[in-house]
């Protein structure tokens, strides 16, 4: 199995062991040997998942203003932990890849493989929530059908993306590619940079 279909096996297996619990605290129950690609793309998507549920709860009309502030940075902070492990998993490719040497011609991608792997991700989160509103029971006929319609897309776009992120993988061990690991660079997060955190004056 090629690296994206294992990714879609292994998100789509997070996804479900999420919905079981279905709780934003739960612990990641991750099955897979510390190390491994399989072990950091399943906490990856579980990752994700919390972080969706956050913002399905956050957008409560009636949410009390203490709480979603208490959410709105729980939010930020998963951002962080994303950004974190996107890197890692990028690191984890640059590492498989170390030893290839580009050929002269060779090209760099607009995306890196982990950016890629990270749509996967929530494309699996995306298909799951969208199946769940086509099994509706008490959702309209004209609801059903929409939903089944953006389903049928999501689907597409999963097999279209696992195609193109497993033709970037040939390209990179064969040369014809290149990556590269850019850090993100995020600056809200960090005191040094954001200037209401260090206390800048107008």
Same mark, same amino acid.
Request: glycine letters at 2%; aromatic letters at 10%; hydrophobic letters at 45%.
């Given at each position: 199995m090629k690296t994206a279909e294992t990714a879609n096996t292994v998100f789509d297996k997070s996804v479900k062991e999420y919905h079981v619990n279905d709780n934003i605290d739960f612990p990641c129950p991750n099955p897979?040997? *510390?190390?491994?690609? =399989? @072990? &950091?793309?399943? =906490?990856?998507? !579980?990752? +994700? *998942?919390?972080? !969706? @549920? %956050? =913002? /399905?709860? &956050?957008? +409560?009309?009636? &949410? /009390?203003?203490? =709480?979603? %502030?208490?959410l709105k940075r729980r939010i930020d902070s998963s951002n962080q932990v994303r950004t974190d492990m996107v890197e890692e998993i990028d690191s984890w490719f640059r590492d498989k890849f170390s030893n290839v040497t580009p050929d002269p011609d060779a090209t760099f991608n607009t995306e890196s493989p982990a950016w890629a792997l990270d749509r996967l991700s929530i494309l699996a989160l995306k298909i799951w929530h969208m199946k769940e509103q086509t099994l509706r029971t008490d959702a309209t006929p004209d609801h059903i059908a929409r939903c089944q319609a953006k389903l049928d897309v999501l689907l597409e776009q999963r097999s279209d993306l696992t195609t193109a992120i497993d033709a970037l993988l040939d390209d990179i061990s064969a040369g014809r590619k290149y990556m590269k690991v850019y850090r993100q660079m995020k600056m809200y997060n960090d005191p040094a940079t954001n200037p209401v955190l260090y206390g800048k004056k107008d």
């Open positions: 897979y040997p *510390a190390g491994t690609l =399989e @072990h &950091i793309l399943f =906490e990856k998507n !579980w990752v +994700d *998942a919390v972080q !969706w @549920h %956050l =913002e /399905d709860i &956050i957008r +409560d009309p009636n &949410i /009390d203003p203490v =709480e979603a %502030l208490a």
